[in-house]
Structures are given as structure tokens and as C-alpha cells.
């Protein structure tokens, strides 16, 4: 089936020490977006891509970067987790500006 | 971008319809309203969507009032595996893609 992954999970970091996310998709659509979303909030749109061109949401912490190799894969990275970092990841894909799927989500433990 | 207004949380009993309410009132011509829901601890599932006339799917149905500002999401036959927050929105565009701006949903609890 046609879908969206993320791996891990689960994910266990230090506070200060980088960490990537991944998410991969298989619907071949050419936007990927990552949202964060903290206990008990509704998700926020971090960034971000249509094909190739990279779109910064204008409060996303400058901490918070991605990366999209080609366009089965796209990657969050957290340059120095915070405590406060720590929450769900969700990828998500659309066509263009059709409906907008989701992967089951990263959870992000910051030590 | 639109804002939209739900309820916090609804119960329905298995078996019945459960019917979710959304106000939009600054929604604009070209926006769409988009329902999605989520399972504790899932990614979002999308459910349906619709710009003006009343649309089904396998999941609910959608029904939007004529002025379109406002609209219902029913559950015809909810079900146990039916509990989780109810999210509605009104999609926006951002550069060649669409905005989804999560509202606070309706969490909605189907008892036995």
C-alpha cells in the first residue's frame, strides 16, 4: 500500500545533541511537510517542501532544519534539542494543494 | 487564514450517529473544509472534504450549509475504534502547497 513512513518511532536524544528524523513516502508527491506537535496540542506546521524549494513557516525556530534528497525522502533535523523540543513529528505528503496525508509520527524524548 | 470553531468534546453511544459540529464563518470562496482525526498517539487520518455541496465516503459525510459557514461531520454508525479528536479545517495556500492550521478539535468519546 501506498503510504507514509517514519522512522523511528521512537526517539531518544540529549539535551544539546543533534538528531534527525526521517520520513520516506511511497505516494510519489511532490510535497512533504513536517509538523510538531507537543503533548496535549494540536499540530503546527514547522516547514515545508514543494519539489525541490524549501518554505520556512515564519516561526519556526531556527534550531529546526530539513533536508530533502529527492522526493521519496525528506529529513527534519534538530540542530541542539531543547527540552521544550521534545513532542510528536509528523510528516505529512500532498499533490500540490490536494489532500494532505500523514505518517504515524516520530515521538521525540529530549534527556 | 480561516479560523474555526468546534466543540471541546462530545460523547455518543455505539451504534448511533455522531454529528460534529464546525462554525467557519470567515471562510473564504476558494477554501475548502478538510475534517481529519486523530487516534491517541497516530498520525492524523483523513476523513473527508468539500468546498459547497454535501459530500459522502466510505467514512461520514460532510454536510455544509448553504452560506458556508458552517458545516457537519457525521459518523453514521460510530463505532468504539471511532474515539479520538476530531480536527476541522479550513485549508489555505502556501507557496504551491495547502496550509492546514489545526484548531484545538472536538475530542469525541463513543461509549458501549
Known amino acids: 500500500d501506498a503510504m507514509v513512513i517514519q522512522n523511528p518511532r521512537y526517539q531518544v536524544t540529549q539535551f544539546g545533541k543533534p538528531v534527525t528524523l526521517s520520513c520516506s513516502q511511497t505516494l510519489n508527491h511532490n510535497v512533504m511537510y513536517w509538523y510538531q506537535q507537543k503533548s496535549s496540542q494540536a499540530p503546527k506546521l514547522l516547514f515545508h517542501y514543494y519539489d525541490k524549494d524549501f518554505n520556512n513557516e515564519a516561526d519556526t525556530p531556527d534550531n529546526f532544519q530539513s533536508r530533502r534528497p529527492n522526493t521519496s525522502f525528506c529529513f527534519l533535523d534538530i540542530r541542539s534539542p531543547g527540552l521544550g523540543d521534545a513532542a510528536m513529528y509528523l510528516c505529512?505528503?500532498?499533490?500540490?494543494?490536494?489532500?494532505?496525508?500523514f505518517g504515524p509520527g516520530t515521538r521525540l524524548l529530549v534527556l | 487564514d480561516a479560523k474555526t470553531t468546534q466543540p471541546t468534546s462530545m460523547d455518543c453511544a455505539e451504534g448511533r450517529a455522531a454529528n460534529l459540529p464546525c462554525n467557519h464563518s470567515t471562510i473564504s470562496g476558494n477554501e475548502y473544509v478538510y475534517w481529519y482525526r486523530q487516534i491517541h498517539s497516530q498520525g492524523p487520518q483523513y476523513i473527508i472534504h468539500g468546498l459547497k455541496n454535501n459530500e459522502t465516503n466510505e467514512m461520514a459525510s460532510l454536510i455544509i450549509t448553504e452560506d458556508r459557514k458552517s458545516s457537519t461531520l457525521i459518523l453514521p454508525h460510530a463505532t468504539l475504534r471511532d474515539t479520538a479528536v476530531y480536527y476541522c479545517i479550513v485549508s489555505g495556500r502556501i507557496q504551491g502547497a495547502q496550509k492546514l492550521v489545526f484548531g484545538q478539535g472536538t475530542r469525541l468519546t463513543i461509549n458501549p
Open positions: 505529512a505528503t500532498s499533490r500540490d494543494r490536494k489532500t494532505q496525508y
